[in-house]
């Protein structure tokens, strides 16, 4: 089983980076994915969830109106458009899923191995 997400990269403040995490070796479709992050000197945190039945979606307050969170069952992925990017954004952003769902990542069983995000001001 394996998750692989992929689109980090370097942005300028302002900009846009779009990341997708393709599942593999098992079908996710009733599994809540998630995309995390975490910052240098941080803890971990959740910042987007959607549901794997009526696609209910849950959003951080650092993020809410800037990003989205997607999935495509059929084709076993999840993606996050992540709009008008700030520095505070900067850190290593992994997908994961998880039969309970949640904010916490102890609910997840399954992880990507993460994509670096850089924002430069």
């Known amino acids: 089983v394996q998750l692989q997400a992929s689109g980090g990269g370097l942005v300028q403040a302002g900009g846009s980076l779009r990341l997708s995490c393709a599942a593999s070796?098992?079908?996710?479709?009733?599994?809540?994915m998630g995309w995390f992050r975490q910052a240098r000197g941080k803890e971990r945190e959740s910042i987007a969830l959607i549901s794997w039945n009526r696609g209910a979606t849950y959003y951080a307050n650092s993020v809410k109106g800037r990003f989205a969170i997607s999935r495509d069952s059929a084709r076993n992925t999840v993606t996050l458009q992540m709009n008008r990017l700030k520095p505070e954004d900067t850190a290593v952003y992994y997908c994961?899923?998880?039969?309970?769902?949640?904010?916490?990542?102890?609910?997840?069983?399954?992880w990507g191995q993460g994509t670096q995000v850089t924002v430069s001001s």
């Open positions: 070796g098992r079908t996710f479709s009733q599994y809540t």
């Open positions: 994961a899923a998880g039969m309970r769902g949640g904010t916490s990542q102890d609910l997840y069983d399954y």
